[in-house]
C-alpha cells in the first residue's frame, strides 16, 4: 500500500514538474512575442488586416493638331455599401431618402433600390453593390446623398475608382494613336504613340489605405486618399483629323473594291515632316477592314518602280546623262544573266530616259544605271545609303521595318545586284522610307525624319517641343531636282499616271507595281504590290503622300498602282485642297451652285437638281454633306466623324439660306 501511494506521488511531481516546465516555455514565449518578435507581428496583423492599394494616375490625353481629342483617360466609379457600418438610427432615418436618390440618378425605381439596401443591413452584407460604371459628376451626387454623406464610416459608403482609356473617334488611326498593356506574363507591352510617350503620358500613382472586411473584401478606411494621384502630361500629335478622315475612308473604299488583302496611306507635311494622316488597314477573316498592324512603319518590302526616282537623281546629279538621252526599249524584254527584265507593257523604239521614267519602262531604267555604274556600283549605292536607306528611320515605335540595300562587297552581292535595284527589285525598304525621299524632292531637297508629335503640354505650359529632324540637307544640285520635278509631273500628266491628271489641280508623282514573294516556290506565291507617292500641289507642293496597296485582286487584269493606288492618292488630294474638283453646275434664280465631282457617289442625283428644298445627306461621307450644304447656303455645324447618320434640318424641307444644319456623324 505503501509503495502504491510512493508511486502516485511520484507521478504527481512528474505532471508537476512537467506543468511547470510548460508554464516556463509559456511566459518565455510571450515575453518573446512581446518584446523580441513584437514588431514583427504587429506589422504582420497591420498588413493582413489594412494595407495600402494603388490608385493609377490619369493618363495624359492625346490630342491631334486642330485640338480633337483621339485618346482619353476617363474614371469609373463603382459604389458599394457596408450595410453593419451606420448606426440602426442612422440607417432608419436615411434609408428611404437614399433609395430616392438613387432612384432618380441612376433610373431605376426606389423600390428597387430600397429593397437591394434592406436586404444588405438584414444579411449584414458588408460589399453590397450599389451602382458601377458611373462618371465622376454621378460620382460626386452619390456621395452627397442622405446617409453616405455620412462617410466610409458612419455612413457605409464604399468608392471604387478606375481608370478607362476612351478613343473618342473610334477606330481611325488605332495602330498609331496604339495603346499599353500589360500581358498575361506580366511584362509590359504596347504599340503606336500611347507606348512610345507613355513617359509623358502615364502620371504618378496614388495610394489609398483600405481595411480587410470580410472574404477578401477591403474597404476605404478614410474618405481621403494616402497619396492623390498625379495626372500625366498631355501630348499634341501632328495628326490632322480632317485629313486622317479623307485618308482613311478613301482607302477603305479602295480595299473593298479591289478585296486587297491590305494597305496603307501616310499624309507628310512637305516642310517639317509632320505626319498629317497615316491610315494602315488590313482585312478580317468576315472580309471587313481594321487596323491590324502599322504597315506604313513596320512592312519593309520590295517597293518596285517607285524606286526608279534614286535613279533617276543618281543618273542626274552624278553627271551620267541627262534626261534626253536616248534607249532602245528591245521589245520590253532583255536578259541578264539569263534572268528577265520585262516592262508591263511591252512596246518597241527608243525613247529618252524621261520618257522611260514616265511610262515606267524597266528596261529603260536598267540600261540607263547598269551601264553607268556597273564598274563602280558603290558609287550607286553611297548615294542611297546617304539618305538614310540602308537603315531604319528610327521611330519613337516598336517594330519599325527594316530595310535591306545590296552593299557591295558583302556576300548577298551578285552581278544581279546592281540591274535588280534599278527598278526596284532585290531592295526592301518600308512606304514611310519611300515617302520621305519624295518629299525631299517637294521640299527643295531637304530630306526630314517624319515625326508624330509636335510637343508635350501640361495644361497650357510646354514641357517639350518636337521640331524638324534633317536627316539629309540637300539630297541633290537645285538642276537636278528641277529636271525631276518636271519628269514626275509628267508621270501624271502624259505617263502611267495620266488617268489621274486634272485640268483643275496639279500633282506629281510615280506608280509601282511590284511582283511580291516571287521567288517563292518558283514564283506561285506571288502577288503585286500597287502604289502611287508623290506631292501635291505639283508646283508648290504642300503635302506628300504614299498609297500602298497589297494584293488587290486580278481578275479584270487592273493591279496596276495607277489604278488601284494612284485614284486614292488622287481622291485625298484633291478633298484636302478643293471643295470641287470636278465642277457640276445647276442653275436656279440665275445662280450657280458648285456641288461635288460624280466620285461623291453617295449622293442622290435628284436633290442635286431641286436646290429649293434640303437635301438628305445621311449615309455621305460627313466632308462631302458639309461642302455641299455649304455650298447650298446653309451654315453647317457637324458632330462626330465618318458618316452623316442624323440631320437637324429634315430632307425636302424649305431651304434657307444661312440657317444653321447640325450634323451627326459616325
Not at 96 to 104: F, I
Request: charged letters at 25%.
Amino acid at each position: 500500500m505503501a509503495i502504491e501511494e510512493k508511486n502516485i506521488s511520484y507521478r504527481v511531481y512528474i505532471v508537476g514538474f512537467a506543468m511547470f516546465v510548460m508554464a516556463i516555455a509559456i511566459v518565455v514565449k510571450l515575453t518573446n512575442i512581446q518584446w523580441v518578435e513584437g514588431n514583427y507581428y504587429r506589422k504582420l496583423a497591420k498588413e493582413r488586416t489594412v494595407k495600402n492599394f494603388v490608385i493609377p494616375a490619369n493618363k495624359g490625353n492625346l490630342y491631334s493638331a486642330d485640338g480633337s481629342l483621339l485618346a482619353t483617360s476617363i474614371p469609373n466609379y463603382k459604389v458599394r455599401f457596408d450595410a453593419v457600418a451606420p448606426k440602426s438610427e442612422d440607417f432608419k432615418k436615411n434609408v428611404v431618402a437614399l433609395a430616392d436618390s438613387l432612384g432618380a440618378l441612376l433610373g431605376k425605381p426606389a423600390s428597387f433600390y430600397l429593397s437591394g439596401l434592406q436586404r444588405a443591413r438584414n444579411n449584414k452584407d458588408r460589399y453590397f453593390l450599389v451602382a458601377r460604371n458611373l462618371s465622376y459628376t454621378e460620382y460626386v451626387k452619390i456621395k452627397g446623398f442622405p446617409l453616405f454623406k455620412l462617410g466610409a464610416y458612419k455612413g457605409g459608403i464604399i468608392i471604387e475608382q478606375q481608370t478607362v482609356r476612351e478613343h473618342p473617334i473610334g477606330l481611325i488611326a488605332e495602330r498609331t494613336i496604339g495603346y499599353e498593356r500589360v500581358n498575361p506574363d506580366g511584362t509590359p507591352d504596347g504599340k503606336g504613340i500611347e507606348w512610345a510617350y507613355r513617359k509623358y503620358l502615364n502620371g504618378k500613382d496614388g495610394k489609398i489605405l483600405k481595411q480587410k472586411i470580410a472574404k477578401g473584401q477591403w474597404k476605404p478606411l478614410r474618405d481621403n486618399n494616402e497619396v492623390e494621384p498625379r495626372d500625366g502630361y498631355d501630348v499634341i500629335s501632328t495628326i490632322d483629323v480632317y485629313i486622317q478622315d479623307i485618308a482613311h475612308h478613301a482607302l477603305l473604299k479602295q480595299l473593298q473594291d479591289y478585296d486587297a488583302d491590305h494597305g496603307c496611306v501616310v499624309v507628310m507635311e512637305t516642310k517639317t515632316g509632320e505626319i498629317k494622316a497615316i491610315a494602315n488597314l488590313g482585312k478580317a477573316n468576315d472580309g471587313t477592314y481594321y487596323e491590324t498592324q502599322n504597315y506604313a512603319i513596320a512592312e519593309s518590302h520590295e517597293p518596285g518602280s517607285t524606286f526608279k526616282l534614286l535613279d533617276l537623281i543618281a543618273l542626274l546629279d552624278d553627271k551620267k546623262i541627262d534626261t534626253s538621252a536616248v534607249f532602245d526599249k528591245h521589245d520590253g524584254l532583255m536578259m541578264y544573266w539569263g534572268h528577265r527584265v520585262e516592262d508591263s507593257h511591252r512596246t518597241s523604239g527608243k525613247v529618252s530616259l524621261a520618257k522611260g521614267f514616265e511610262v515606267s519602262s524597266n528596261t529603260v531604267m536598267v540600261q540607263a544605271v547598269y551601264n553607268n555604274y556597273k564598274n563602280n556600283p558603290e558609287e550607286f549605292v553611297d548615294r542611297i545609303n546617304s539618305y538614310g536607306l540602308n537603315k531604319p528611320l528610327g521611330l519613337p515605335f516598336q517594330g519599325e521595318g527594316r530595310p535591306r540595300i545590296p552593299q557591295p562587297g558583302d556576300k548577298t552581292w551578285s552581278k544581279l545586284s546592281l540591274p535588280w535595284m534599278a527598278f526596284g527589285y532585290g531592295v526592301s525598304v518600308t512606304p514611310l522610307q519611300t515617302l520621305s525621299i519624295y518629299n525631299a524632292v517637294a521640299n527643295n531637297g531637304e530630306m526630314v525624319k517624319p515625326i508624330f508629335v509636335r510637343e508635350i503640354k501640361e495644361w497650357n505650359k510646354t514641357i517639350k517641343k518636337y521640331d524638324k529632324v534633317v536627316i539629309n540637307p540637300k539630297i541633290c544640285s537645285d538642276e537636278t531636282l528641277a529636271k525631276v520635278r518636271a519628269v514626275l509631273k509628267n508621270v501624271v500628266k502624259r505617263g502611267t499616271g495620266k488617268n489621274l491628271y486634272s485640268r483643275d489641280f496639279s500633282m506629281a508623282g510615280k506608280t509601282g507595281t511590284a511582283q511580291v514573294d516571287y521567288a517563292k516556290n518558283g514564283g506561285a506565291d506571288k502577288y503585286y504590290a500597287s502604289s502611287f507617292v508623290g506631292y501635291f500641289p505639283a508646283d508648290a507642293p504642300k503635302y506628300s503622300c504614299i498609297v500602298v496597296v497589297h494584293k488587290p485582286s486580278t481578275v479584270n487584269n487592273n493591279y496596276y498602282g495607277a489604278d488601284v493606288a494612284g485614284p486614292v492618292f488622287k481622291r485625298i488630294a484633291q478633298k484636302i485642297f478643293t471643295d470641287s474638283p470636278s465642277m457640276n453646275e445647276i442653275k436656279t434664280l440665275k445662280k450657280k451652285i458648285v456641288v461635288q465631282e460624280k466620285s461623291y457617289n453617295n449622293y442622290d442625283a435628284k436633290a442635286q437638281n431641286n436646290i429649293t428644298q434640303i437635301p438628305d445627306v445621311k449615309g455621305m461621307a460627313g466632308m462631302d454633306a458639309v461642302a455641299l450644304l455649304e455650298n447650298m447656303g446653309l451654315k453647317v455645324k457637324a458632330i462626330g466623324i465618318g458618316k452623316v447618320k442624323k440631320q437637324s434640318l429634315p430632307a425636302g424641307g424649305r431651304l434657307v439660306k444661312s440657317k444653321t444644319i447640325i450634323l451627326e456623324l459616325s
